[in-house]
């Protein structure tokens, strides 16, 4: 069964304005992933086919192993040119904001995203959308907000506007938020939205291969120092920490995007429940963090109480002000504070 995530109410309001409504934009978070690029290049594309102006722009830059998605190359990135990206959007009659529900996640693009007179459409799957909106389809149950731009062309009623390119973009990102279909994905609906999107063409099999299997030797040896050096099994917990300090980083040329899936690696060690990777990023002066958690272990409420970061339950993230080593301290002492919880969603974490 295909879910029917949006009824003719939901999207009657954007209907009208796709009658006045000329210039579009879609914008999504920062340090893009497979879901943002790919949900906003398909929403882009299908507008176009509507006949109208879109452009996509996306706060900074996109790693390599996404540049290959069709449409990628008309991207106007805000830190390559923030005065071109911010015309867009100031410009624009309707903007349409993917995979992020607060300001905060899209950084330099705030400001105008916030004074714009544009008509504001947000669809997402992650909990708490902000009140920014003027239309919120927001699907926390959803696996990717791909699935629901799917879902959004479909309620329009023009499955038929779906064109091999698009589908592209629309399985990348179902893809990359559900580590190849392997959680986050047990719905049936969910297969049927992919079955769909094989009708329209796709080769999934090259998908995989052009996004996971694209490394540098430098990036697999920086894995392999990880795994080998970096990984941290944390005694009191079921819990595993991998740090990576900007040096470090360096001496393996680690580009954007390389450190990509290092945060679920400890999952693969049974028993393991949570994982944590903090990379120092002397850049913009932060630590960045990333969250990843079995079944109902709540890595976003870890990631909320002690770094002020957020996401869904199994995937979080966040940015810590400080050094690595403070990061890591923070880590450890929220940990100390959880093996005192009475939730067993928590708890489980703390039984051995
Ligand atoms: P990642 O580890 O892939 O960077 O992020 C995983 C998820 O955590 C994202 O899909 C997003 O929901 C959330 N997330 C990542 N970084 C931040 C952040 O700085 N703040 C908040 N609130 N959520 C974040
Ligand atoms: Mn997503």
Redesign the pocket.
């Known amino acids: 069964m295909i879910d029917n995530y949006f009824s003719g109410s939901d999207i009657q309001e954007f209907r009208k304005w796709m009658e006045w409504a000329d210039r579009y934009v879609v914008i999504s978070?920062m340090?893009p992933?497979g879901?943002a690029v790919g949900s906003s290049l398909a929403l882009c594309r299908f507008l176009r086919k509507c006949g109208k102006q879109c452009t996509v722009v996306l706060p900074d830059e996109v790693p390599d192993f996404l540049k290959w998605l069709p449409g990628f190359s008309d991207v106007v990135i805000y830190s390559d040119d923030s005065e071109r990206a911010e015309k867009l959007v100031y410009d624009a009659d309707v903007v349409c904001s993917l995979?992020?529900?607060?300001v905060?996640?899209i950084s330099g693009v705030a400001a105008s995203f916030l004074y714009t007179k544009a008509k504001k459409i947000v669809i997402d799957h992650?909990p708490y959308p902000g009140p920014f909106f003027d239309v919120t389809l927001s699907h926390p149950e959803s696996s990717s907000t791909s699935e629901l731009v799917f879902h959004f062309i479909c309620a329009m009623g023009q499955y038929g506007l779906i064109d091999t390119e698009t589908a592209v973009c629309l399985y990348t990102g179902i893809m990359t938020?559900t580590g190849a279909l392997t959680y986050n994905s047990s719905s049936s609906g969910l297969f049927g939205t992919v079955s769909l999107l094989l009708d329209k063409g796709i080769d999934k099999d090259e998908i995989y291969r052009n996004v996971y299997h694209t490394y540098s030797e430098s990036r697999l040896r920086l894995q392999g120092y990880v795994l080998s050096e970096k990984m941290q099994i944390i005694d009191s917990a079921s819990a595993a920490l991998v740090t990576l300090t900007d040096a470090e980083l360096k001496k393996y040329n680690a580009r954007k995007g390389d450190t990509?899936g290092f945060?679920n690696m400890p999952l693969q060690i049974k028993g393991i429940l949570m994982s944590a990777?903090f990379r120092e990023d002397t850049v913009l002066g932060i630590i960045?963090?990333?969250?990843?958690s079995v079944g109902t272990v709540p890595c976003?409420r870890f990631?909320?109480e002690f770094f002020?970061?957020?996401?869904?339950v199994n995937?979080?993230?966040?940015?810590f002000t400080g050094t690595l080593q403070e990061a890591v301290e923070v880590f450890r002492k929220g940990l100390e504070k959880w093996a005192e919880s009475s939730e067993e969603c928590i708890r489980q974490l703390f039984v051995k």
């Open positions: 978070h340090g992933d879901d995979d992020f529900n607060t905060k996640r992650h938020d990509e945060v990777f960045k963090l990333s969250f990843r976003n990631s909320q002020n970061g957020g996401g869904h995937a979080a993230g966040g940015e």
